[in-house]
Structure formats: C-alpha cells, structure tokens
Nanobody, 117 residues
Framework: QVQLVESGGGLVQAGGSLRLSCAAS????????MGWYRQAPGKQRELVAV??????RNYADSVKGRFTISRDGANTVHLQMNSLKPEDTAVYYC????????????WGQGTQVTVSS
C-alpha cells in the first residue's frame, strides 16, 4: 500500500506563488510516476503535471511556463506554481503510479489552492 501526504496549499492573490509538496511512503518502488492533478468545483479532475522517475515531465497546456514539477528521489514531488490565476483555484491531488498499482494509481487527500483576483 502507498500513502501520500500533500502540503503547501493556501490562499494567494493573483500573480502570486505557492509551492506544493507531496511525500509518499509505503510500497513506492524506485521506478514510478508522480504527479499533480486538480479538481475545481463542478469540473472533472484534470492533469496538471507529471514526472516519471526517468526524468520525463508533462504539463497541461494551461500551466506551461508557470508551473514546474520536481522530484526529490522516488518518494517526494513538488509543484512550484508561479503567476497564479483565479482559474487555478482547485483542490490539488498528488498521484503516484507504479507497476502493480491500481489503474489510476494512488491518491493523496488533496490540498486546497485558492487564488483571489
């Protein structure tokens, strides 16, 4: 089993920055993909950014150039969010996928990010 704990959410004004962190524990495996998804009220959960243990990174078009995902080894992932916009307001979820995980991986409990205009 895998446990994911997110931190770093909060309230920020438009144009500001926040840094999210996620620490994984349990049966992680050194080869995995960790990433961030978000869900705004009334909307479906969407991909924000993912980072494989091979160094490949993918971003949603809406956050390219503003958000940066990074890793500290196999069990920690960060999301640096700059130039935040009100439309970035959502609950942000950490996700980990590895060989043998459920199809959609393991999820953290989520952390609220609110960007005021």
């Amino acid at each position: 089993q895998v446990q994911l704990v997110e931190s770093g959410g909060g309230l920020v004004q438009a144009g500001g920055s926040l840094r999210l962190s996620c620490a994984a524990s349990g049966s992680i495996s050194s080869i995995n993909t960790m990433g961030w998804y978000r869900q705004a009220p009334g909307k479906q959960r969407e991909l924000v950014a993912v980072d494989t243990s091979f160094g490949s990174r993918n971003y949603a078009d809406s956050v390219k150039g503003r958000f940066t995902i990074s890793r500290d080894g196999a069990n920690t992932v960060h999301l640096q969010m700059n130039s935040l916009k009100p439309e970035d307001t959502a609950v942000y979820y950490c996700n980990l996928r590895r060989f043998g995980s459920p199809a959609d991986g393991y999820w953290g409990q989520g952390t609220q990010v609110t960007v005021s205009s």
